[in-house]
């Protein structure tokens, strides 16, 4: 009696048969397989968080990143207290600026004699949620007093900028450029490898010495011409989509270097002579036939890249050469962390530094897991 194959992959043989193999569709046995990957599952809730994040920037940032407020420059990290007299109330206290005794600096004593409560979905600046609809609601703020003035968990940069809000919109920004960058390099590189996987010969000569001269010019000098070439009157949103067409310029050769070698591999199947046979044009037998096979390579490649733009990115806007303020990214918001006063003074300007590496291993991790998942060998 055959044995009975049950939902799941699992099964359950009747007595003296033979046991059978589990019997699973490919995206059952993709998603088993990336679930047996215990980091790649915990950086993909991650990177789900990161995402919220992105979508819900200006409900969860509290303060306008732009408004400077003298009276809070460099303003250091509030902690929040959850208890007042034995009760849950979350709250902060008043901040008094002081001079330091010895270096007449400014500094900022917390005030205990002032109870400035938290609360969740208060009102603050006004802003278009989704880009669509009014609202001035945030996910926390304070009672009794304006949020910008009288909260700060991330402290305040010299201008009196609210560092947590400011870290908020630089996430969004990093992480819708990094993934316009992997969109415009993927599809660029794509198409390029395998056309030049297809045709081979002088097509191939051809697309290959490019890619060699490409890949042959040092990453930061390339950089630095193509940033000198961005005029500085240009406005934020045009310097927006250069930077992102200049990251993505020098991205695409690694993945069309990689699709040339698998369609070369794959053209010589007999499927594909089938199609040639039966009058399937080029176009058709390379994006039809060809690059569906290399799916799973494309989506392990794509989540590979999306840091590596990421931190590109930050290298360009911690060189000064990628997007400038007013813009916020977070190559913008540490580049202020340049100087050693500003490090050994205001540590808490190195904190978005914490979030890139976070973005950066959690979609290394995921690209790792996704990349094994789809292996058909593993």
């Known amino acids: 009696m055959a044995a009975e194959i049950v939902e799941g992959g699992k099964e359950s043989a009747a007595p003296g048969s033979t046991p059978t193999a589990d019997i699973l569709s490919p995206a059952a046995l993709f998603r088993r397989r990336f679930m047996r990957h215990r980091l790649a599952v915990v950086s993909a809730v991650v990177v789900a968080a990161f995402y919220l994040v992105v979508i819900f920037a200006d409900f969860i940032a509290y303060s306008d990143p732009t408004t400077s407020n003298s009276d809070r420059a460099l303003v250091p990290p509030q902690s929040i207290h959850l208890f007042d007299n034995g009760r849950f109330a979350p709250h902060v206290h008043g901040l008094k600026r002081t001079r330091h005794p010895e270096t007449f600096g400014l500094v ?59 870290i908020v919109h630089a996430i969004r920004t990093s992480l819708l450029i990094g993934l316009a960058a992997v969109a415009v390099s993927i599809t660029v590189g794509m198409v390029i490898g395998t056309i030049s996987g297809y045709y081979g010969g002088y097509v191939d000569l051809i697309i290959q010495r490019i890619i060699e001269i490409l890949r042959s010019i040092p990453t930061i000098p390339l950089w630095m011409g193509l940033a000198a070439a961005i005029p500085p009157t240009w406005g934020i949103t045009l310097v927006y989509l250069t930077v992102t067409l200049i990251i993505a310029l020098v991205g695409w050769t690694q993945l069309a270097r990689e699709l040339r070698g ?20 080029p176009s058709r037998i390379m994006f039809v036939h060809l690059l569906p096979l290399t799916t799973s390579h494309i989506i392990a490649t794509t989540t590979l890249a999306i840091p590596a733009m990421i931190a590109s990115e930050t290298a360009l806007g911690f060189l000064g050469l990628g997007l400038r303020p007013p813009a916020i990214s977070l190559g913008v918001l540490l580049s202020s962390a340049q100087s050693l006063q500003n490090v050994a003074l205001y540590s808490w300007m190195l904190i978005p530094a914490i979030p890139t590496a976070i973005i950066i291993i959690a979609f290394n991790f995921l690209g790792d897991g996704l990349r094994d998942a789809a292996d058909p060998n593993s």
């Open 108 to 166: 900022y004593v917390a005030d205990e004699a002032t109870t400035i409560p938290v609360v969740l979905f208060a009102k603050g600046y006004e802003y278009r949620l989704f880009g669509l609809f009014p609202t001035s609601r945030h996910l926390i703020g304070t009672a009794g007093a304006p949020t910008e003035s009288s909260l700060f968990l991330f402290g305040a940069d010299e201008q009196g900028r609210d560092l947590f809000s400011r």
């Open 262 to 281: 698998k369609i070369m591999a794959l053209r010589r199947e007999d499927f594909v002579t089938a199609a040639e046979l039966s009058g399937a044009r």
